[in-house]
């Protein structure tokens, strides 16, 4: 959700800025939006207005009663090194200066996108498979490996997951949802909606904005790995 900073077009990562009164209202709309919507874990960044977030979501959600909030570090959002706490046009105006292009620029102090970030998403994605896979794997009952047959989506909050028995929650932020996107698509290969827009689909996420992956995992000796993946909606603002 929104906070002062979102607000006045200022950078934050270090800043660990509560929700503004619009962030509220922007977390309790996600929460009933997702009232209905049945849960078997949530994930969130340890930054405070992540968690506030989630615990919005949780409230408005039956499914949420009994579940834990799993806060991991690794889900917090993208360093912005010397620009923290500065104007985002000032950091656009870096990366111009610079002869690269925003949000791919990293300022001196940062964190890199396709380094150390993406590493930080990776290292937080294996973690959440092992534990969702030793947790859930059995009620699947056999190693199946293929995707859902691909629907479209209709505007439902629980477009692509009505016969899903695993569905994870994940708060995070937006800069750092650019660079898991990015890795999803061009990495990983993961299936876009029909008729996507590929500069849509790499766009900065609005504040809780929602985007949802299918994703099927096999069982590999006592490993879990992930075999396949598609996206259902990216960047829904409803």
């Known amino acids: 959700g929104e906070t002062q900073y979102n607000k006045d077009g ?3 990562q270090a800043i660990d800025a509560p929700l503004s009164e619009a962030g509220l209202q922007q977390a309790e709309a996600a929460g009933r939006y997702l009232a209905h919507v049945k849960f078997t ?10 968690k506030q977030t989630t615990e919005i979501i949780m409230k408005h959600n039956s499914s949420c009663s009994a579940l834990e909030m799993v806060c ?9 090194g010397i620009a923290e706490g500065g104007r985002l046009q000032d950091l656009k105006d870096m990366a111009q200066a610079a002869g690269q292009t925003f949000p791919g620029f990293t300022p001196p102090g940062g964190e890199t996108q396709e380094q150390q970030v993406k ?23 056999q190693d199946d490996s293929s995707l859902p047959a691909p629907s479209q989506a209709e505007g439902k909050a629980d477009d692509g997951v009505k016969d ?20 999803f698509v061009e990495e990983l290969h993961c299936g876009l909606p029909r008729g996507s827009d590929k500069a849509h ?3 900065l996420s609005p504040n809780t904005g929602l985007c949802r992956f299918i994703i099927t995992v096999r069982k590999q000796d006592d490993e879990f790995i992930l075999s396949g993946m598609r996206c259902v909606f990216i960047h829904r603002g409803d």
């Not at 590493?119 to 009952?141: D, P, T």
Request: hydrophobic share 50%; glycine share 4%.
């Open 10 to 12: 200022l950078l934050q």
């Open 41 to 50: 874990n949530v994930f969130v960044s340890s930054m405070l207005r992540a």
């Open 72 to 80: 991991d570090p690794l889900l917090i959002e993208k360093s912005f």
């Open 119 to 141: 590493q930080r998403f990776k290292e937080f994605l294996e973690k959440m498979l092992q534990q969702i896979g030793a947790e859930h794997f059995s009620e699947r009952g």
């Open 164 to 183: 899903i028995p695993v569905h994870a929650l994940v708060v995070t932020h937006g800069a750092y949802m650019c660079v898991v996107v990015r890795y």
């Open 201 to 203: 689909v790499f766009s």
